[in-house]
T-cell receptor, first 111, second 113 residues
């Protein structure tokens, strides 16, 4: 049973465009929703995270939008750059328990 | 990589042989995790540890065992490697309070022939 569903699997965006990756979850007990960024040959790294009592969080060009009633959250990358090309994972955690990851989105930003 | 090392970084082994992967941290974090990453499956938790000698199973624990005798070391053992265990293995650490904030090691690419 996949508890965090992520879409799309892959995404191609032109330089300067907006990249949008969506995730949906089922377990309403989740209380933290992080996004991780992974470059080829490297381990994932935390990018940004949000709690369910906040509808939006912005850090630079990266924004998480959270819709608690729909049990959905999304990552928006504004002014996408070729250096943003990476695989992005959404995730969810519950208390002191473990993280559940989505299956990932491979983003390619074309020059 | 936040003071996390994994060894070996690459390994090729034959079906049926035992394999041990090591994760070492210098951050004194209480929680340590082992994940495997496969195309189309994302990151899947194998086992994790919430303290010395305290471990628990993750989503895909069959065929794997772990041990943690010191805060800084977390070992993953494949008792009898199979081709389905060919994967990239990542170790991660976190503070007890911020489980959502995990720091990942560089990974170990394991090929079972």
């Amino acid at each position: 049973q996949q508890q965090v569903k992520q879409s799309p699997q892959s995404l191609i965006v032109q330089k300067g465009g907006i990249s949008i990756i969506n995730c949906a979850y089922e377990n309403t007990a989740f209380d933290y929703f992080p996004w991780y960024q992974q470059f080829p040959g490297k381990g994932p790294a935390l990018l940004i995270a949000i709690r369910p009592d906040v509808s939006e969080k912005k850090e630079g060009r990266f924004t998480i939008s959270f819709n608690k009633s729909a049990k959905q959250f999304s990552l928006h990358i504004m002014d996408s750059q070729p250096g943003d090309s990476a695989t992005y994972f959404c995730a969810a955690s519950k208390g002191y328990s473990t993280l559940t990851f989505g299956k990932g989105t491979m983003l390619l930003v074309s020059p | 990589d936040a003071g996390i090392t994994q060894s070996p970084r690459h390994k090729v082994t034959e079906t049926g042989t035992p394999v041990t992967l090591r994760c070492h941290q210098t951050e004194n974090h209480r929680y340590m995790y082992w994940y495997r990453q496969d195309p189309g499956h994302g990151l899947r938790l194998i086992h994790y540890s919430y303290g010395v000698k305290d471990t628990d199973k993750g989503e895909v624990s069959d065929g794997y065992s772990v041990s943690r005798s010191k805060t800084e070391d977390f070992l993953l053992t494949l008792e009898s490697a199979t081709s389905s265990q060919t994967s990239v293995y990542f170790c991660a650490i976190s503070d007890r309070v911020k489980v959502y904030e995990q720091y990942f090691g560089p990974g170990t690419r394991l090929t079972v022939t």
